[in-house]
């Protein structure tokens, strides 16, 4: 390392985001080894500065951290299996997308292969939002590695470490596209729906994006009853649950299907069936397996 801003690093796995990682950290006047399976990948880098290495190996040798991208977690143990214990000493920072479990089975591998340290990570993110304050990457597994190699994921974006167990980093990457992903099915039938009577999507966004807003500004309150297992509410679950059939019988009507929003009917019918008929939507949590909360008592 030459001064407190510049380190050296090495990115394994050159596809979109490895390459965009690895331009944000030359940029960032890191110096920065690159490594790809097909190797032309590594071009534009190299004419950006970045270091060619031709083995994964060699690369690995080249710095003292190893950031490794690849498309998934067998990909990964195929790397490793070729760097083996080229590993040993140094910090192995695996931002491939995975299970919590294959996060910790990674940490263990590396911990067998000699490695100084592991952290596993999560990248909210597309590549193009890489090197700016709005890519939030997240961390978890060996703190002191990620407090020794800050500056360098700082160049990656906001940098958020949550723990020492390496599977954190994964659950919380997983759920935070569970919520995505729920948002944008919702949207999807929505958009379908306004699209049967010909509204342009653009059109009946404008509409959309502000409930959609008004509906996020509850979810603090939604947590705390969650985190409370106490869901007073004046939009009880039973008047829901007697509402949810126009929305799948209209959907029907103008030929939409309304397969993503079946699973939410049925999880309300089964809250109201539970005895949480007059709760909040937010009893409905409980349902899915998470630990039951112990109840707050609540004056009143
Ligand atoms: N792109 C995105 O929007 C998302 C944002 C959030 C995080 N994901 C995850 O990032 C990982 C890499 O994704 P990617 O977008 O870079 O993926 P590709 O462009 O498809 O590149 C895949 C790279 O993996 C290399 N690779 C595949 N198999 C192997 C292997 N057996 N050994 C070594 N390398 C392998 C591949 O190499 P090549 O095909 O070019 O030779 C690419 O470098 C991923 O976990 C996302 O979920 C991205």
Redesign the pocket.
């Known amino acids: 390392m030459a001064n407190d801003n510049r380190h050296a690093v090495t990115v394994?796995?050159?596809?979109?985001?490895?390459?965009?990682l690895a331009r944000a950290l030359v940029e960032g006047v890191h110096s920065t080894t690159v490594w790809?399976?097909?190797?032309e990948?590594a071009d534009g880098l190299v004419s950006q500065r970045a270091l060619r290495a031709t083995t994964?190996g060699g690369a690995m040798t080249a710095s003292p951290l190893t950031i490794v991208?690849?498309?998934?977690d067998?990909?990964?143990h195929?790397?490793l299996d070729?760097v083996g214990e080229r590993l040993s000493g140094r910090v192995l920072v695996n931002?491939?997308?995975?299970t919590p479990e294959q996060a910790r089975r990674a940490a263990a591998r590396a911990r067998d292969l000699g490695a100084a340290g592991y952290a596993d990570g999560?990248?909210?993110?597309?590549?193009a939002m890489i090197g700016a304050p709005e890519a939030l990457v997240l961390y978890s597994g060996s703190s002191d590695a990620f407090a020794a190699h800050r500056p360098v994921f700082e160049t990656l974006g906001a940098a958020r470490y949550l723990g020492a167990d390496p599977g954190l980093a994964a659950l919380y990457?997983i759920a935070l596209l569970s919520g995505m992903y729920g948002m944008f099915g919702g949207v999807l039938h929505a958009v379908a729906l306004a699209g049967s009577e010909d509204v342009p999507a653009t059109e009946f966004i404008k509409l959309l994006i502000p409930w959609l807003d008004a509906m996020a500004s509850t979810l603090p309150q939604l947590a705390e009853q969650i985190d409370a297992g106490h869901h007073p509410t004046d939009s009880p679950l039973e008047m829901q649950a007697a509402g949810f059939p126009n929305l799948v019988e209209a959907s029907h009507a103008q030929g939409i299907r309304p397969d993503l929003m079946l699973p939410m009917q049925h999880l309300i019918e089964e809250g109201v069936a539970a005895g949480h008929g007059v709760d909040d939507i937010s009893s409905l949590a409980q349902l899915l397996g998470r630990p039951t909360a112990t109840p707050v008592a609540v004056e009143g």
Do not use: F, H, Q, W
């Open positions: 394994l796995g050159l596809g979109a985001m490895g390459s965009a790809n399976r097909s190797p990948k994964a991208c690849v498309v998934d067998a990909a990964l195929e790397v070729v931002l491939t997308n995975g999560g990248i909210m993110a597309v590549p990457d």
